[in-house]
């Protein structure tokens, strides 16, 4: 196990082109472990193809990161076996009961089988899903399934945890319920949380230390309030706009904005 | 919560690249299949209503015409375990879609982010093929029980049935998979699945015996594992039946191009979903 001291992520020049297009250029950024660290950026920027990267599901161009010690291309099945990822899309498996969708993942993380239903009544209890935990997940509502699929996600107590958008479409009320049990998942396990978001409040009120995107580039991190100072404003959205600029929108593919409004669709 | 755990994040998982996890992952993803069917088992009625059709109609209207040279059955007995072939073929080609619809709900994404070999995915969801391909078995032997075709009921050739029938739709489906990686999207995938089923059909031994083929057909037929996959079904089901190749070079054949393209299949799987 890496020290504790130790950043739980770190990124190395790392890089990735689609023919000649950049969409990740150089990014070099260091994660605190135990902290809560939000990836800002305008569609297209290159937050997703980051999280991909460091969720080893995409080979990077060149360069390459750390994650809690693992190297994304050198060791990538060491990476896997300590980090969860949540993609912005809804994941869980809706013809399934959320004990089943629990159980799948914990035997394909290899917890042992002893353990599998301490763990999974575990996970359930963390994210308040006990009284639900039979019920076949299309019955459940937005929160619910987005917090099924952080608790499929933390079954094999990972160190890191990726999520790509993780409250996009939820309601204010369940949007609260899902930054109360990341800050939880934070505290008491001492879990590092990357995650991806648009949402300004999010990264004010949720993470520790934030980064923009920009282009593929990272344009300006540090912790909330310090970039509003940077910026010489009180509101994030005008860091945002500040660092960010208004041009970056044209960039996202299609498919993307499709997959976006889908998920937000299926959970509204 | 619990009170925390410092150093509770690898405690006791398995280590994923053994043996053990790879049986484990495979048979968990045949599990969720289990669970599907169980919840809604209406597919395994709508998809048993093609293969009565082909026996019922097709074999008793071919049937009466003596036409073709079945050997020592007469041809509804000949036609059966094609049929069986059939439905295994029909059931795994277009299986490969719902890889592309994992992908699109984003399941898949979860599945290729976790330590899970890849090829214990691609055998898990194979195999899966294979049970709702199981279930056709059981109709079709219901139906040619009804229509009086020998069929040999020893516990060996039961044995060999099943698992000709989890063979051939591991196989079609782990080339339907394959296929879906690389066209990627459910357009193009109906398309080709569409391209592909017929001819694969029409080129094997399933309701024609190979002797009566022109030259180049049959020529295709032996590049064709269905028509091993068919050879098989029809030793081991009929009694008395005899096989043109051999069970074991049956066996063989079937076995190595699985491999192969589970192999072939695992490498590709991640390109989906870039």
Redo the contacts between chains.
């Keep these: 196990?890496n020290d504790r001291n130790e950043p739980a992520i770190v990124t190395r020049e790392l890089t990735k082109s689609y023919g000649r297009t950049l969409a990740v250029d150089r990014l070099s950024i260091e994660v605190p472990a135990g902290s809560i660290f939000g990836l800002l950026g305008p569609n297209g920027a290159g937050k997703s193809t980051v999280i991909?990267m460091l969720?080893?599901?995409?080979p990077p161009s060149s360069g390459t990161a750390l994650v809690a010690g693992h190297s994304i291309t050198d060791d990538p099945?060491g990476v896997?076996?300590?980090?969860g990822?949540?993609?912005?899309?809804?994941?869980?498996?809706g013809?399934?009961t959320g004990y089943?969708n629990l159980?799948?993942?914990a035997?394909?993380?290899?917890?042992?089988k002893r353990?599998r239903r301490s763990r999974i009544d575990?996970a359930l209890g963390?994210m308040g899903l006990t009284e639900v935990a039979g019920n076949?997940v299309s019955s459940y509502s937005g929160g619910m399934i987005r917090r099924l699929e952080i608790a499929?996600?933390i079954l094999?107590?990972?160190?890191v945890v990726f999520l790509d958008e993780p409250t996009i479409g939820l309601d204010p009320v369940a949007r609260r319920h899902v930054w109360d049990k990341l800050r939880?998942l934070r505290?008491?396990?001492?879990t590092t949380i990357f995650l991806t978001t648009h949402d300004m409040e999010e990264a004010d009120e949720l993470c520790d230390r934030i980064a923009i995107m920009q282009s593929g580039r990272m344009a300006v991190s540090g912790e909330p309030l310090e970039l509003k100072k940077l910026a010489g404003t009180d509101s994030l959205d005008e860091v945002f706009i500040h660092f960010a600029g208004e041009s970056g929108e044209k960039s996202a593919t299609y498919r993307e904005i499709i997959?976006t409004r889908r998920t937000a669709q299926r959970l509204g | 919560?619990?009170s925390?755990?410092?150093?509770?994040?690898?405690?006791?998982?398995?280590?994923?690249?053994g043996a053990l996890?790879f049986a484990?992952?495979t048979?968990?993803i045949i599990?969720?299949e289990l669970?599907?069917l169980r919840?809604?088992p209406s597919e395994l009625v709508t998809r048993s209503v093609q293969p009565a059709l082909w026996l019922l109609v097709f074999g008793q209207v071919f049937g009466r015409l003596h036409a073709v040279p079945t050997g020592n059955v007469d041809y509804f007995t000949f036609l059966t375990p094609g049929i069986l072939a059939q439905s295994v073929l029909f059931i795994a080609i277009f299986y490969g879609i719902s890889v592309i619809w994992e992908r699109?709900?984003?399941?898949l994404?979860?599945?290729?982010?976790?330590?899970?070999q890849r090829s214990a995915l691609v055998l898990g969801k194979a195999l899966s093929a294979g049970i709702r391909a199981l279930a056709q078995g059981i109709i079709i032997y219901l139906l040619a029980l009804a229509m009086h075709v020998p069929l040999n009921f020893s516990p060996l050739a039961l044995v060999g049935v099943v698992a000709a029938i989890l063979l051939g739709a591991a196989l079609f489906s782990t080339f339907s998979l394959m296929v879906a990686c690389v066209v990627k999207t459910r357009e193009r995938f109906m398309g080709i699945g569409q391209v592909l089923t017929m001819p694969l059909f029409f080129a094997s031994n399933a309701i024609y015996p190979i002797t009566i083929m022109p030259e180049w057909l049959k020529l295709t037929a032996h590049l064709n594992p269905l028509t091993y996959e068919v050879d098989l079904l029809r030793t081991l089901m009929i009694r008395g039946g005899s096989s043109s190749f051999g069970v074991g070079t049956d066996l063989a054949v079937l076995s190595v191009t699985l491999l192969l393209l589970v192999l072939v299949t695992a490498k590709l799987y991640?390109s989906i979903?870039?």
């Design positions: 196990m991909r969720t080893t599901i995409l099945v896997r076996k300590c980090m990822y949540v993609s912005q899309m809804l994941s869980a498996d013809a399934l089943e159980l799948l993942f035997r394909i993380y290899g917890v042992p353990e575990e963390f076949v499929q996600t094999h107590h990972p160190s939880e505290d008491s396990y001492r997959q | 919560m619990k925390s755990r410092p150093d509770a994040r690898r405690n006791g998982l398995a280590d994923p690249s996890s484990r992952v048979v968990s599990a969720v669970s599907k919840r809604d699109d709900l984003g399941i994404q979860k599945l290729l982010a976790s330590p899970a991640p979903i870039r």
